[in-house]
Nanobody, 128 residues
C-alpha cells in the first residue's frame, strides 16, 4: 500500500493551492483518507478527512469555509483545495489512510495514530 502527495508550494496570504493524494496497492473505498499537517516544532494535526466510499467530509474548525476535501474514486485520489490561505497554514501536509475504519470522523481527524500508510509530505508556505 502506498500514498503519494503533490501540489505544495509557496503562496501569499489570501491565495490558493490544491494538494493531490494518490493511493495505490489497496482497495481505496474500504478506507477513509485524511490530510494532516505539521508545522515546525509542532505536532502533526488533522486538517480534513473523507470517507472514500461516499465522499463524506470532515473538517477541523480552523479550515472550515476555506478548505475543501474531495475524492475521485476511479483515480483513487483525494484532493485538498485550500483557499484564503493564512500564514498559520504554513506546514508540511501529509495524506494518510485510516488503519481500521472506512468513515471520516472527528476522532479519525484528531488522532494521527488512527491512520497508517503515510505519504512523504508536501510543503506549503504562506507568506504574509
Amino acid at each position: 500500500a502506498q500514498i503519494a502527495e503533490s501540489g505544495g508550494g509557496s503562496v501569499q496570504a489570501g491565495g490558493s493551492l490544491i494538494l493531490s493524494c494518490v493511493a495505490s496497492g489497496f482497495n481505496y473505498e474500504d478506507y477513509a483518507i485524511g490530510w494532516f499537517r505539521q508545522a515546525p516544532g509542532k505536532e502533526r494535526d488533522g486538517v480534513a478527512c473523507i470517507t472514500s466510499s461516499d465522499d463524506r467530509p470532515y473538517y477541523i474548525d480552523s479550515v472550515k469555509g476555506r478548505f475543501t476535501i474531495s475524492g475521485n474514486n476511479p483515480k483513487n485520489s483525494v484532493y485538498l483545495q485550500m483557499d484564503n490561505l493564512k500564514a498559520e497554514d504554513t506546514a508540511v501536509y501529509y495524506c494518510a489512510r485510516s488503519a481500521y475504519t472506512k468513515y471520516a470522523s472527528s476522532s479519525l481527524c484528531s488522532n494521527s495514530r488512527l491512520l497508517e500508510v503515510w505519504g512523504q509530505g508536501t510543503l506549503v508556505t504562506v507568506s504574509s
